[in-house]
């Protein structure tokens, strides 16, 4: 299915800088269900058949096999590393060694620089991979400002170094935003969020494009491939909804493929991730497609219910009540 892709139409979207980066990415998280090879191996089918922006990050533990389907791309001429936009992260133990970080990632990836490279969380609360949802780091503590300042500035002395292209932020909150934005000298380009038909955080979204941030939605379909630890029996599943499901017959797709479209419509750059190629390339292809109508957006906006996925249970400190914490939803940050 190689070629499968028209890449003069792909989707692109227009930073504050006018720069141009993909509209769709791929994302790289294997949900703890998938192996560094099976993810390597999605990535060099993405690259066959027209991705040319891909979410990576350190803690996923894949970026060195990546990195081989990366230097084999470009040796082989498949495409030019000026071609894409790999997106990167900081883990959260790293926060006082964010060029030691970055430096290693673009080793791993063997991509010579970073376009986008994001702080993953807006505090050094650290879990190991693959632990559990009641797992907790006597360490970590709430979010301070002075704290997620001295990593965004290392971040800034990237930029300056030629290191990175771009700064990302990801997981933040408006009252989070509204107390680093005026610190930073060099705005950052976008900030990852989940976002989906039932999660679409319309106010967190439009005060970033407001601040001319782009928002990238992870978990644009859901995620039900989730890891467990993120699994709790009141979730819904997006896509399995009567609404969902009717929008999808009328245009004979899966119900992804209308998450996607949504996404898209809705002024966000998704990340969808799969391993299987028939899928990822129907995730590339939908936003070339027929577009929703009004009423079929309306409809989806109708779906919204605040139904978190990703609720962060590992990253609380000691004295905080539970996951709401986390996400400052009174207004104010929680300390």
Known sequence: MSNAVNLNNLPEVTLYNQAKIPGIGMGTFGSDR???????????GGLRNGYRMFDCAACYGNETQIGEVFRKSFDEGIVKREELCIMTKVWNDKHDEVEASCLKSIADLQCDYIDVFFIHWPF????APGCDVDSRNPDSRP????????????????????????????NMTIPKLEAVLPLIKIMPVACEMEMHPCFQQRELSEYLIAHNIKPIGFMPLGSPARPE??????????ME??????????????PALIALKWASQNGQIP?????KE??????????MEEPLTVEEMQIIAGLECNNRLVKGQVFL???????????????????
């Not at 990340?271 to 391993?275: A, G, H, W």
């Not at 899928?279 to 939908?286: Q, R």
């Open 317 to 335: 400190w000691e004295g905080a009540k539970d996951w709401h914490d986390l996400w400052d939803e009174d207004g104010f940050i929680v300390e």
């Open 34 to 44: 998938c192996s560094a090879e099976e993810v390597a191996a999605a990535v060099a």
């Open 278 to 287: 028939n899928e990822y390339i129907a995730n590339l292809k939908c936003l």
């Open 271 to 275: 990340i969808p991730f799969s391993i």
């Open 124 to 127: 050094p609360n650290y879990h």
């Open 143 to 170: 979010f301070s400002v002075e704290q997620y300042m001295n990593t965004y500035h290392q971040c800034e002395e990237l930029v300056e170094k030629g290191l990175v292209k771009y700064i990302g932020m990801s």
């Open 241 to 254: 909804l009567p609404e969902m499901q009717a929008i999808a017959k009328t245009h004979g797709v899966h």
């Open 229 to 238: 630890r993120d699994i709790m029996e009141e979730d819904i599943a997006d």
